[in-house]
């Protein structure tokens, strides 16, 4: 399996990022009332950038807006009447608007920290057309097949750590999940039933429902997590797809054609005995007395993927899974990802 690089062709942002408060929206409807919410501020959308998919970034500054004539197309000039009455403190402001259901983030202190400030929000990519990246990400989304949004909020990872990208670059890959190629040369999981262990973000569950996954369940006991996979899985437009499971693994009833776990090696292995149970088997392989079960749409049964390893882990890991075998093992940094299946 090929390692999570920079896309084709690395694009350039759309905009540098330089204002105060920079923000993105999935929607027109959405930067409307982000716009609407941020005058209530005081506080004024300074810029506006398309950045592919119907998603806008926006750049605000904590200053009131002054609107005038425009020339003679007819349009508005927006000048800034920056004065020490009128500005209000950034944090207040970006929290204010984050708790309202906006995706906000402070922008760079200064023009001088514009550049590392986008290259630390700029998209990861995990194959060749694809990436994962914050709502606010000054990157065209229609850059690669498939762009994933991640407001990491108050939840945990915003898919850009090595464990997520190992998970994400097999979840992907044709020849990992035994799936067909569509355009891109990315999987084609249409008919898949998926369960992401720990979600977090929701960032394995979303991208496992855009290549079409019929079903996924994203289960975790922190209730932030489930929250920020909620919102996330509708800024991404799959919460049809993404059911939120707030439940012990062992109330899931299974069995699934994937099952996706990034999460601490030792948790991994406590969960062991559970994880077996929730890998759909091929066709004959059921315990004894039990129902055979249909065969995942690739033909040999279900793939459990695991990350969150280091290499000293692997072995003790793999002896807690068997009689799971390991088909795929991925290395990225000092991470491994790993992919089992009966």
């Not at 009128?86 to 608007?97: H, S, W, Y």
């Not at 932030?224 to 899985?233: G, K, M, P, Q, Y």
Request: proline fraction near 8%; hydrophobic fraction near 50%; charged fraction near 15%.
């Amino acid at each position: 399996m090929p390692s999570p690089a920079a896309g084709p062709a690395d694009p350039a942002p759309i905009a540098v990022v330089t204002a105060p408060i920079v923000a993105g929206a999935a929607h027109d409807a959405e930067a409307a009332a982000l716009e609407a919410a941020a005058a209530e501020l005081g506080v004024a959308v300074v810029s506006r950038h398309a950045v592919g998919r119907g998603r806008w970034l926006l750049q605000l500054s904590a200053s009131r807006r002054l609107l005038t004539n425009g020339s003679a197309g007819g349009g508005l000039d927006e000048k800034l009447a920056v004065t020490s009455g009128e500005q209000i403190a950034v944090g207040e402001a970006v929290a204010t608007l984050r708790q309202a259901g906006f995706a906000v983030l402070a922008g760079p202190p200064s023009e001088a920290y514009a550049v590392v400030w986008g290259r630390r929000n700029g998209p990861s990519w995990f194959a060749p057309e694809a990436f994962v990246c914050f709502p606010w990400s000054p990157v065209d989304r229609s850059a690669a097949r498939l762009a994933v949004e991640i407001d990491p909020g108050a939840g945990f990872g915003a898919g850009g750590h090595p464990t997520t990208l190992g998970l994400l670059a097999g979840l992907v890959d044709p020849a990992v999940v035994d799936a067909p190629a569509a355009p891109g040369n990315l999987a084609d999981l249409s008919g898949r039933r998926v369960l992401d262990v720990g979600c977090g973000t929701g960032v394995l569950a979303i991208a496992a429902a855009l290549r079409g996954a019929a079903l996924v369940d994203a289960l975790d006991i922190a209730p932030a997590a489930l929250d920020a996979t909620r919102a996330n899985a509708i800024r991404n437009g799959v919460a049809d797809r993404v059911h939120l499971v707030d439940a012990d693994l062992a109330r899931c009833p299974g069995p699934y054609d994937l099952v996706l776990a990034n999460i601490h090696a030792d948790v991994i292995t406590a969960l062991a005995t559970e994880l077996r149970r929730l890998v759909s088997r091929p066709v004959g392989a059921a315990g004894p007395g039990a129902d055979p079960e249909p065969p995942a749409p690739g033909g040999g049964g279900g793939l459990l993927g695991v990350s969150g390893l280091s290499v000293a882990q692997v072995s003790r890991l793999e002896a807690a899974l068997a009689p799971l075998r390991t088909v795929h093992r991925h290395h990225l940094d000092d991470w491994v990802t790993l992919w089992f299946r009966w």
